[in-house]
């Protein structure tokens, strides 16, 4: 039985969203507070998966700083829209933030993320 970290727990409800197979994953998971074994070796193989496809999880502070971009940016509205839609970036939209906020010297902000791992 494997008890889920948060990064973990976030690629858990992306995933839930258009799976049905995730979603009684997230229901078992809300209600035991861990998964089973093969169901926890699933989740980690589709993580790895998607972030070699390039899809990112924000840090919290990283998502903080996106939503004050996107106040006064365009660009990063359609970001932080796409983000709240999906619950990731993809690579290219993970590019622009960076190159945003590099711009802004906020890039020690993404350091700790960069890598998405758990």
Same mark, same amino acid.
């Given at each position: 039985?494997?008890?889920?970290?948060?990064?973990?727990?976030?690629? @858990?409800?992306? %995933? #839930?969203?258009? *799976? /049905?197979?995730?979603?009684?994953?997230? !229901?078992? +998971?809300?209600?035991?507070?861990? &998964?089973?074994?093969?169901?926890?070796?699933?989740?980690?193989?589709?993580?790895?998966?998607?972030?070699?496809?390039?899809?990112?999880?924000?840090?919290?502070?990283?998502?903080?700083? @996106?939503?004050? %971009? #996107?106040?006064? *940016? /365009?660009?990063?509205?359609?970001?932080? !829209?796409? +983000?709240?839609?999906?619950?990731? &970036?993809?690579?290219?939209?993970?590019?622009?933030?960076?190159?945003?906020?590099?711009?802004?010297?906020?890039?020690?902000?993404?350091?700790?993320?960069?890598?998405?791992?758990?």
């Amino acid at each position: 039985m494997q008890e889920l970290r948060p990064k973990e727990k976030q690629w @858990l409800r992306i %995933f #839930a969203e258009d *799976n /049905k197979i995730y979603a009684l994953m997230l !229901e078992f +998971y809300d209600e035991n507070n861990h &998964l089973k074994d093969d169901d926890y070796s699933r989740l980690k193989s589709n993580i790895k998966d998607s972030q070699e496809r390039g899809w990112r999880l924000l840090s919290l502070e990283a998502t903080k700083i @996106l939503g004050q %971009f #996107a106040r006064a *940016n /365009k660009k990063m509205l359609d970001l932080m !829209e796409s +983000y709240e839609k999906k619950g990731y &970036l993809d690579d290219a939209e993970y590019e622009l933030f960076k190159w945003e906020i590099e711009e802004d010297g906020q890039y020690e902000y993404l350091l700790d993320d960069d890598d998405n791992d758990d």
